[in-house]
C-alpha cells in the first residue's frame, strides 16, 4: 500500500468526519457536560473500529447479503438515535462546570458513544463500500491487515475532529446557558432526523 493511496483514502475519510452528523451532535452534548468528552470520543471511536473490523474480517459483506439482518441493525440504530436525541430535545444539556450529576460517569458516557457509531447502519454501510476500494489486491500486505490500516487512519481524523468539536462546544458553550440549551435541542433534532431518514430510506 503506497503513502499516495493512503493519503488519498485521509482526504476522503476527513471529508466524511467533518460533516455534521450523529456524532457531531453526541460530542457537543458531551462538551456542554464539561468532562465527559474523552470518554464520549473513546466511546465513538470504538463503534468505528469495532465496524472496521467487521469489514476487515469478511463479515461486513456478509450481513450486507442478507436484507433482514441489515434491516435489524437498521432498526437498532435508529431506535437508539431516536431515544437519544429525544432525550436531548427534551432535557437539554445545559453547561456543567465541575457538577456531576448522578447517575453520570465516563463508562456511561462512553458506552454511549459507543452504540451511537457502533449502532449506526450509516458508519458501517459506509465502510463497508469505503475500505475495500483503497486497497491494492496485488501489495504484500494481506486483504484484512490493508483495511485495518485504513481504519485506523479513518480513527486518527475522527479523534482530532471530535475532540476540537467536543471541546469546542464545552468551551464556547460554557457561559452561555440559553445558547447551550439551543444548542442541545438542535442536536437532538438532528439524531432525530438522521433516524428518520434512515428509517424512511429503508422502507420507503
Not at 467533518?18 to 465513538?44: H, L, N, Q
Not at 460517569?105 to 469505503?130: D, E, I, M, Q, Y
Amino acid at each position: 500500500m503506497t503513502l499516495s493511496v493512503l493519503a488519498a483514502f485521509w482526504a476522503v475519510s476527513l471529508l466524511f468526519v467533518i460533516t455534521p452528523g450523529a456524532d457531531w451532535a453526541y460530542a457537543i452534548s458531551a462538551g456542554m457536560r464539561g468532562r465527559w468528552v474523552m470518554p464520549a470520543v473513546a466511546g465513538m471511536l470504538s463503534g468505528h473500529f469495532m465496524a472496521t473490523l467487521v469489514v476487515a474480517a469478511g463479515v461486513g459483506s456478509l450481513i450486507a447479503g442478507h436484507p433482514l439482518a441489515l434491516t435489524l441493525l437498521t432498526l437498532a440504530g435508529c431506535l437508539y438515535l431516536l431515544w437519544l436525541g429525544g432525550n436531548l430535545l427534551l432535557k437539554p444539556a445545559a453547561p456543567q462546570a465541575g457538577v456531576v450529576q448522578a447517575g453520570e460517569t465516563g463508562s456511561r458516557w462512553a458506552l454511549r458513544g459507543f452504540c451511537v457509531s457502533g449502532l449506526n447502519p450509516k458508519v458501517f454501510l459506509l465502510f463497508l463500500a469505503l475500505l475495500p476500494q483503497f486497497t491494492d489486491p496485488t501489495s504484500n500486505w494481506p486483504l484484512p491487515l490493508q483495511i485495518l490500516l485504513l481504519g485506523l487512519v479513518h480513527l486518527c481524523s475522527s479523534l482530532v475532529i471530535y475532540l476540537m468539536v467536543g471541546y469546542g462546544a464545552k468551551a464556547v458553550l460554557r457561559t452561555r446557558p440559553q445558547a447551550a440549551q439551543i444548542v442541545g435541542r438542535v442536536s437532538g433534532a438532528v439524531m432525530i432526523t438522521i433516524a428518520l431518514g434512515l428509517i424512511v430510506g429503508q422502507f420507503g
